[in-house]
């Protein structure tokens, strides 16, 4: 057993763990690794190259403990849930008072609510920290969302800063509030994460009629340099551009179009109804995943109703419009959502502080973030980003060409339901008076729930209505 004290623990050293520990000790940490499998503890020491003087490789939870410097600090990089409470169970018996479990998996934030208010009772720390980014990002600089005690973060502030992606200066991790806001934001990253990839297929679904997979990457290419700039534009045009090296078609091509659903996005969307709100881009990103899943159902449809092209496809200017709007709509619902939880949860979240540590580092860092940022730390009417003064310009400037797009899409049936759910939330938010009042009267019919009146003040009216 080693002599040496690591500042630093890691539990799981799968593709996040491995890369985040090597990333730790690159900014100059000592940090003591273990792995269930402990194969994978003798693989990660022998390919740390020249960081491998500041790992220490541990067999056991004994040995992690004894590992590292007093009160510990402990990040598990696990599968999120069960197995993140069977690892906390393995690491107690070697704990003492006052150490730390950082969970920096993408866990449930209600997992993580009862994970810290179960460990708080019996003397230890727990901190929720959501991160993004993927490998590279877990290898050289993610965006880091913190919740727990604001306390026991300062403990390892120093850590998460440094190992964080930097924008301008500023290291892209925030204690954002207590217990379960970290993972909350990161969920709800997940979800605006989803929504952005599905609003970008549906652009790329206007154009593959018209247009090679490796043009249309030149096309997203181009917007990449203007106010689409970001992460998931730029590596759509990357992703458009490759081949298939075996059968030399575009790969994308090759790819089957089903996508796969980790949960974040779903967890998005259950949180959200729980909270009353909904996210229609996000909703409707999450239902397309599970439609594209169904194959055969598509094949078994195709052929009793027949496909669509578009006759009179979006120009190439509408479409680059209607996704900055939809973007915009999408950021806006997602952090609507987060003002919710905030209020229920009283964890008084910044959302401008959360739009500046999306900026850098994770999968939906855009330059559009600057701006979302700017108009959180100014005057958002209703918590609403689109109310915002810089946004309600830039959503009358493109969201007639987002009617257009979705219009052509409607008219030809071709299926854009995240950018169409994006304008449904618009058009309804735009109708001071709504059409819930038929609803209501409808509800007291059958089963006398009572109404509001216009006229009157007061609840509990009842309609005269034919028997
Ligand atoms: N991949 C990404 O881009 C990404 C991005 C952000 C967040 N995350 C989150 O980061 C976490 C790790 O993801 P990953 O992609 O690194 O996963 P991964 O490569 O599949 O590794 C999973 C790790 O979890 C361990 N594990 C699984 N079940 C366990 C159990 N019952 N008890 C103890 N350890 C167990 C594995 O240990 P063994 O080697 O013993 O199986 C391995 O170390 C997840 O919560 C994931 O959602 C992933």
């Known amino acids: 057993m080693s002599t040496r004290k690591a500042r630093i623990g890691l539990v799981g050293l799968g593709v996040m763990g491995a890369n985040l520990s090597l990333n730790i000790a690159d900014n100059g940490f000592d940090i003591a690794v273990y792995n269930r499998s402990t194969d994978k503890v003798d693989d990660f020491v022998a390919d740390a190259g020249a960081l491998v003087d500041r790992v220490i490789g541990c067999k056991s939870p004994e040995e992690l403990a004894a590992s590292l410097q007093s009160p510990r600090a402990i990040i598990l990089m696990v599968k999120a849930g069960e197995a993140v409470d069977k690892t906390i169970e393995t690491l107690l018996p070697h704990l003492d008072e006052g150490d730390m479990i950082i969970d920096a998996g993408n866990a449930d934030f209600n997992d993580t609510r009862r994970r810290e208010a179960d460990l708080s009772a019996k003397g230890f720390a727990f901190i929720g920290m959501g991160v993004s980014g993927g490998e590279e990002g877990a290898r050289h600089g993610p965006s880091i969302m913190v919740g727990g005690p604001e306390g026991h973060y ?241 959503l009358q400037d493109t969201v007639p060409a987002l009617r257009r797009v979705v219009g052509a899409g409607t008219a030809a049936g071709v299926a854009m339901p995240a950018l169409a759910n994006a304008l449904a939330w618009f058009d309804t938010m735009r109708h001071a008076r709504g059409t819930a009042n038929v609803i209501q009267a409808q509800r007291d019919f059958f089963g006398a729930h009572g109404f509001e009146r216009l006229d009157r003040d007061g609840t509990g009216f009842h309609g005269d209505w034919p028997a």
Not at 167 to 174: F, K, L, N, R
Not at 370 to 384: K, L, N, S
Request: hydrophobic share 45%; charged share 20%; glycine share 8%.
């Open 154 to 394: 300062a403990v390892i502030q120093d850590v998460i800063e440094a190992i964080a992606a930097d924008y301008q200066g500023t290291p892209c991790a925030a204690h954002l509030g207590p217990d379960g806001a970290g993972h909350f934001v990161k969920t709800v990253h997940n979800g605006i994460e989803y929504a952005d990839m599905q609003l970008i297929a549906e652009v790329y679904g206007c154009l593959r009629d018209r247009m090679t997979p490796s043009e249309i990457g030149q096309v997203f290419a181009d917007w990449n340099d203007g106010p689409l700039n970001g992460y998931l534009v730029e590596i759509t045009a990357k992703v458009l551009g490759a081949t298939d090296t075996g059968t030399d078609q575009p790969m994308v091509d090759v790819i089957v179009d089903a996508a796969g659903q980790k949960g974040t996005g779903r967890w998005t969307v259950i949180e959200a109804l729980k909270l009353g709100q909904s996210p229609s881009t996000i909703e409707a990103a999450v239902a397309a995943r599970s439609w594209s899943a169904q194959r055969d159902a598509r094949a078994h449809a195709q052929d009793l109703f027949g496909a669509a092209t578009m006759d009179t496809p979006p120009s190439l200017a509408d479409l680059h419009d209607a996704l900055l709007a939809a973007r915009i709509l999408a950021y806006g619902q997602g952090m609507t959502l987060l003002n919710a939880a905030s209020d229920e949860f009283d964890w008084d979240l910044d959302l401008a502080r959360v739009a500046e540590i999306w900026r850098a580092g994770c999968i939906i860092r855009s330059t559009l973030l600057d701006d979302i940022a700017a108009a959180f730390r100014g005057e958002t009417p209703h918590g609403q980003l689109a109310f915002a003064p810089a946004f309600v310009t830039r």
